[in-house]
Every structure is written in C-alpha cells, then in structure tokens.
Nanobody
Framework: QLQLVESGGGLVQSGGSLRLSCDAS????????TGWFRQAPGKEREWVSC????????IYTGAVKGRFTISRDNAKGRFYLQMDNLQPEDTAIYYC????????????????????WGQGTQVAVSS
C-alpha cells in the first residue's frame, strides 16, 4: 500500500529551525519528483519546494528561498525540508507529495501535478 508519512513538525520560536521528513513506503521513490506544500489558516494550499527525481532540479517559492532546503535520500525512501530562520508567516500545515513523471514544473508546481500526498504535519512559529 502506497503511503507518505510526514514527521518533524512542531512549535518553534521566530528564527528557529525545524526539519520535516517524509517517509515513502509501498513504492520506489527514485523515479518520482517530490515536493512540499503548505496551507496556512484561512488560506489556500501553496507550493513550497520541489526536487526532481534526479535530485538536481530544485525550485523554491520566493517566500522561503534562502531559508528552506529540500533534499532526498532515495536509498532510505525519504525526503526532507530543512527550515531555517522560521517566521510566524511560515505557520501552516505542511504536506509532502510525489509526482510520478519525475519533474518539477518550472513555473511552480501545481497540486494537480502530484499523485500521492501525506496527511500533513503542523508547523507553528511564535513571534
């Protein structure tokens, strides 16, 4: 059974760091692009970052560029989002997702691009 499970969320003070992990099971992660989205209270879900199947094509939304780092470990079937210098506006539920064609849309990934999703993990940043 294909499954994505996020972990690593929590409450942190402004300027702090968190590392989110997404564990993939039931399929081989190698051929999939992997991405992170987030949904803040009262807002629509938005993309945060995407890394292609080869691991070299990476994009970030402008609000997190320079603060967040996406990475993947295909051998472990896991991918990550390192979040540094967190700000209150980063407060959201964070979702991991995978895309079977292996690529990240250069103009910014869309939800419909992704085939499977995790259940989400809460990140809260206090000022």
């Amino acid at each position: 059974q294909l499954q994505l499970v996020e972990s690593g969320g929590g409450l942190v003070q402004s300027g702090g760091s968190l590392r989110l992990s997404c564990d993939a099971s039931g399929f081989i992660l190698n051929d999939y692009a992997t991405g992170w989205f987030r949904q803040a209270p009262g807002k629509e879900r938005e993309w945060v970052s995407c890394i292609n199947s080869g691991g070299r094509g990476i994009i970030y939304t402008g609000a997190v560029k320079g603060r967040f780092t996406i990475s993947r470990d295909n051998a472990k079937g896991r991918f990550y989002l390192q979040m540094d210098n967190l700000q209150p506006e980063d407060t959201a539920i964070y979702y991991c997702a995978v895309e079977r064609l292996g690529g990240c849309r250069r103009s910014g990934p869309q939800e419909d691009d992704f085939d499977f999703w995790g259940q989400g993990t809460q990140v809260a940043v206090s000022s």
